[in-house]
């Protein structure tokens, strides 16, 4: 098994073989809580001018948006998982558009990437059990970063753990993701910026292989892309 790890946008644009896009902090965090609530289907979108569209022609769908960290006028939620706790989520489609996850998704599947699934700190493991299990001959691991333009050292993290396990090598990283509290994840605790980045973020962000099940990006019939939980 032949295994790369990229980064950003233009990683994700050279993806080959089954791809794994990573989001930390906090796209993908927050859809395994969306999935594990009951939502059975998410819509990544790339565009927010398509999203907006999206939700006009179904405004039964919840429609989360973000751009720079916060909450886009006019969706119905942003982008963090803390602030969505409480909200009736069974049997829902969600929208979801954001800085840099949904953008990994949408560029990877662009570039003829054979199969994607996402990733984050809290399914990480169970996404390298999904690997092991296909056995591909190619992957690609994908840390998309901060907007997809500069790197994120959770991403790499979770991508290096990905990595690790594939390979069998030992790897502790929820002492790793913990000691975050003071670098990449010092944001959450500014008090200045709560609203943006609350604080409970980082914990739930960082609860390593809390969810033991893969999302998945399909397509729906028709022919846009989606991602479901498998």
Same mark, same amino acid.
């Given at each position: *098994?032949?295994?790369?790890?990229?980064?950003?946008?233009?990683?994700?644009?050279?993806?080959q073989g089954?791809?794994?896009v990573?989001?930390?902090?906090?796209?993908?965090?927050?859809? !395994?809580?969306?999935? %594990?609530?009951?939502?059975?289907?998410?819509?990544?979108?790339?565009?927010?001018? %398509?999203?907006?569209?999206m939700?006009? /022609?179904?405004?039964?769908?919840?429609?989360?948006?973000?751009?720079?960290?916060?909450?886009?006028?006019? !969706?119905? @939620?942003?982008?963090?998982?803390?602030? *969505?706790?409480?909200?009736?989520?069974?049997?829902?489609?969600?929208?979801?558009?954001?800085?840099?996850?949904?953008?990994?998704?949408?560029n /990877?599947?662009?570039?003829? /990437?054979?199969?994607?699934?996402?990733?984050?700190?809290?399914?990480?493991?169970?996404?390298?059990?999904?690997?092991?299990? +296909?056995?591909?001959? +190619?992957?690609?691991?994908?840390a998309?970063?901060?907007?997809?333009?500069?790197?994120?050292?959770?991403?790499?993290?979770c991508?290096?753990?990905?990595?690790?396990?594939?390979?069998?090598?030992?790897? %502790?990283?929820?002492?790793?993701?913990?000691?975050?509290?003071?670098?990449?994840?010092?944001? @959450?605790?500014?008090? %200045?910026?709560?609203?943006?980045?609350?604080?409970?973020?980082?914990?739930?962000?960082?609860?390593?292989?809390?969810?033991?099940?893969?999302?998945?990006?399909?397509?729906?019939?028709?022919?846009?892309?989606?991602?479901?939980?498998?």
């Open positions: *098994m032949d295994i790369q790890i990229l980064e950003l946008i233009e990683g994700a644009r050279k993806a089954l791809t794994v990573i989001d930390v902090f906090r796209a993908f965090s927050l859809e !395994c809580y969306l999935f %594990d609530a009951g939502v059975v289907r998410i819509y990544p979108i790339g565009s927010l001018e %398509d999203a907006f569209a939700k006009k /022609a179904h405004p039964d769908y919840i429609l989360c948006g973000e751009r720079k960290g916060a909450k886009v006028e006019g !969706c119905d @939620f942003g982008n963090s998982p803390c602030q *969505m706790e409480g909200a009736d989520l069974r049997g829902k489609t969600v929208i979801h558009t954001t800085s840099a996850g949904t953008q990994g998704i949408v /990877a599947a662009a570039a003829g /990437a054979e199969e994607i699934v996402t990733a984050s700190l809290v399914n990480a493991n169970a996404v390298a059990a999904y690997i092991r299990k +296909k056995n591909p001959e +190619k992957v690609s691991i994908v998309m970063g901060k907007a997809g333009l500069a790197r994120a050292d959770e991403d790499v993290l991508a290096e753990y990905i990595k690790s396990v594939l390979e069998g090598r030992p790897f %502790d990283v929820q002492a790793r993701a913990d000691a975050m509290k003071t670098t990449a994840g010092a944001h @959450f605790f500014n008090p %200045d910026t709560q609203e943006v980045y609350p604080e409970k973020d980082f914990y739930l962000s960082t609860r390593c292989n809390a969810f033991d099940f893969v999302i998945r990006v399909g397509k729906d019939s028709g022919g846009r892309l989606i991602t479901e939980r498998v």
